[in-house]
């Protein structure tokens, strides 16, 4: 079945580099994708998003790229700061009319002080 | 301005019995939606509702089941819980669908204990 999934459950990165996460994505028919953060005892926040007809998007310190040739999503965070600490999921609609975000398992993200 | 409030945030049951959980939309927003997160796994979507129905619904049995009111607050009923029902239960909310904003906000969620 159509699945979205993270590469790695858990990334350690030194405070102040940059950090890559992961998601492929199964679903050729995804035309919206959304990374989302989940701090301990809260619900996610959104991060960022992206269309399918667009391949980056920057926001402040975030940037997504999107490879629909092999499916595949990251989340580049800039200058990562014990903050940036959580969960990370990407999420995908396949179409507006659906309106059901398709959630991956998730990516742990630890900033090393 | 207010976010997505979930009510409560704990909730302890034994198998069998009934769980409520209760949740209030950001003002403005007319769609709720309701996702099961177990502890260690992804969001899995429950039931989606707008304007008062049921507009879409996740591969859960019908024990699990829902409404919206006129205020666009939403409950969740979850039926003869079973120990795997265990979980966080998120509420999100979004504006019209019509309006292409589909971005959910997430409530902090309601945890589910069942013995």
């Known amino acids: 079945g159509e699945s979205v999934g993270l590469h790695l459950p858990t990334l350690s990165v030194q405070e102040g580099d940059n950090s890559i996460i992961n998601c492929a994505y199964s679903?050729?028919?995804?035309?919206?994708f959304i990374w989302y953060k989940q701090e301990s005892g809260k619900g996610p926040q959104f991060i960022i998003d992206?269309?399918?007809?667009?391949d980056k998007r920057q926001g402040q310190r975030v940037t997504v790229l999107l490879n629909k040739t092999v499916k595949h999503l990251s989340l580049q965070i800039a200058a990562t700061q014990p903050g940036d600490s959580a969960v990370y999921f990407c999420?995908?609609?396949?179409?507006?009319?659906?309106?059901?975000?398709?959630f991956g398992t998730g990516t742990r993200l630890t900033i090393i002080p | 301005e207010a976010g997505v409030t979930q009510s409560p945030t704990h909730l302890i049951k034994t198998r069998g019995q009934q769980a409520t959980l209760r949740c209030s939309p950001i003002?403005?927003?007319?769609?709720v939606y309701w996702y099961q997160q177990a502890l260690g796994l992804g969001l899995q979507f429950l039931l989606w509702?707008?304007?008062?129905?049921?507009?879409n619904r996740g591969n859960f049995p019908p024990r699990f089941s829902g409404r919206q009111f006129p205020n666009y607050s939403s409950e969740l009923n979850v039926n003869a819980l079973e120990l795997e029902d265990s979980a966080l239960y998120l509420c999100?909310?979004?504006?019209?669908?019509?309006?292409?904003?589909?971005?959910?906000?997430f409530g902090a969620g309601s945890r589910l204990t069942v013995l």
């Open positions: 999420a995908e609609i396949d179409n507006f009319g659906n309106e059901k975000l398709t």
């Open positions: 679903n050729s028919a995804s035309d919206y």
């Open positions: 003002s403005g927003h007319t769609s």
């Open positions: 509702y707008d304007e008062g129905e049921e507009r």
């Open positions: 999100a909310s979004s504006p019209e669908v019509s309006s292409g904003a589909n971005v959910l906000t």
């Open positions: 992206i269309r399918s007809n667009m």
